[in-house]
T-cell receptor, first 112, second 113 residues
Framework: AQSVTQLGSHVSVSEGALVLLRCNYS??????LFWYVQYPNQGLQLLLK??????LVKGINGFEAEFKKSETSFHLTKPSAHMSDAAEYFC??????????FGKGTKLSVKP | NAGVMQNPRHLVRRRGQEARLRCSPM?????VYWYRQLPEEGLKFMVY????????ESGMPKERFSAEFPKEGPSILRIQQVVRGDSAAYFC???????????FGPGTRLTVL
C-alpha cells in the first residue's frame, strides 16, 4: 500500500538556522511527491513537487527537496529559517487515482 | 483567475442536522477532490469527482456522506444527521485534466454541537 511518513510532528529551529523536515514514502511505482504548507486556519499552499524530472526540486520561499529513490525519501530543506516560515508542513504522495495521500504533518516553530 | 472557493468558511450544526459544503473549482478545472482534516492529523482523501461523475469515493464513509459535482454549479459535500465526530476541516481541491497538481481552497470548518 502507498503511504507517507513524516518523522517528527514538531520541529523547532532558531531564526537563520537550517530547516530539515523529513518525509519517507512507500510505493511500488514511481511516485509523484509534493510538499504543502498550511498557515493557521488557512488552506494548503503548494511549496514544490517532484514529477520524475530533476531529483533536486526548488520551490517557493527558498525551500527545496531532494528525491532519493534508494532511501525512498523526499526531505524538505531551507538553508536559513525565517520567522514567517512558522507553519505546518505536509508531505504528500500522488495516488493511483489522482488523489493525494498525506503525511500527518510537521509543525515548524522558528525561535528569534 | 480566482482560486478555489469554498463556502461557508465556518459552519455550526447541532447533532442530527444536515451540513452542506460547497466548492467552486478554479476556472478551467474539471477535477474536484474533497479531503477531511481532523485535529492533529493530516488530510484524508474522501472523494474524487469530475463533472457529473464520481471517479473514486473510496475514502467516503459508507453512510451519511455524499458528494456531487453537477454540470452547472459548485461541487457539494453533504453530510446527513451530523454527529460530533464529523467536526473537522473539510478541504476541496481542484485540478485541470492531465495535470498532476491540486490547488486547495481555504476549507470549511464544521463544528457539531
Amino acid at each position: 500500500a502507498q503511504s507517507v511518513t513524516q518523522l517528527g510532528s514538531h520541529v523547532s529551529v532558531s531564526e537563520g538556522a537550517l530547516v530539515l523536515l523529513r518525509c519517507n514514502y512507500s510505493s511500488s511505482v514511481p511516485p509523484y511527491l509534493f510538499w504543502y504548507v498550511q498557515y493557521p486556519n488557512q488552506g494548503l499552499q503548494l511549496l514544490l513537487k517532484y514529477t520524475s524530472a530533476a531529483t533536486l526540486v526548488k520551490g517557493i520561499n527558498g525551500f527545496e527537496a531532494e528525491f532519493k529513490k534508494s532511501e525512498t525519501s523526499f526531505h524538505l530543506t531551507k538553508p536559513s529559517a525565517h520567522m514567517s516560515d512558522a507553519a505546518e508542513y505536509f508531505c504528500a504522495f500522488g495516488g493511483s487515482q489522482g488523489n493525494l495521500i498525506f503525511g500527518k504533518g510537521t509543525k515548524l516553530s522558528v525561535k528569534p | 483567475n480566482a482560486g478555489v472557493m469554498q463556502n461557508p468558511r465556518h459552519l455550526v450544526r447541532r447533532r442530527g442536522q444536515e451540513a452542506r459544503l460547497r466548492c467552486s473549482p478554479m476556472k478551467g478545472h474539471s477535477h474536484v477532490y474533497w479531503y477531511r482534516q481532523l485535529p492533529e492529523e493530516g488530510l484524508k482523501f474522501m472523494v474524487y469527482l469530475q463533472k457529473e461523475n464520481i471517479i473514486d469515493e473510496s475514502g467516503m464513509p459508507k453512510e451519511r456522506f455524499s458528494a456531487e459535482f453537477p454540470k452547472e454549479g459548485p461541487s457539494i459535500l453533504r453530510i446527513q444527521q451530523v454527529v460530533r465526530g464529523d467536526s473537522a476541516a473539510y478541504f476541496c481541491a481542484s485540478s485541470p485534466p492531465t495535470v498532476y497538481e491540486q490547488f486547495f481552497g481555504p476549507g470549511t470548518r464544521l463544528t457539531v454541537l
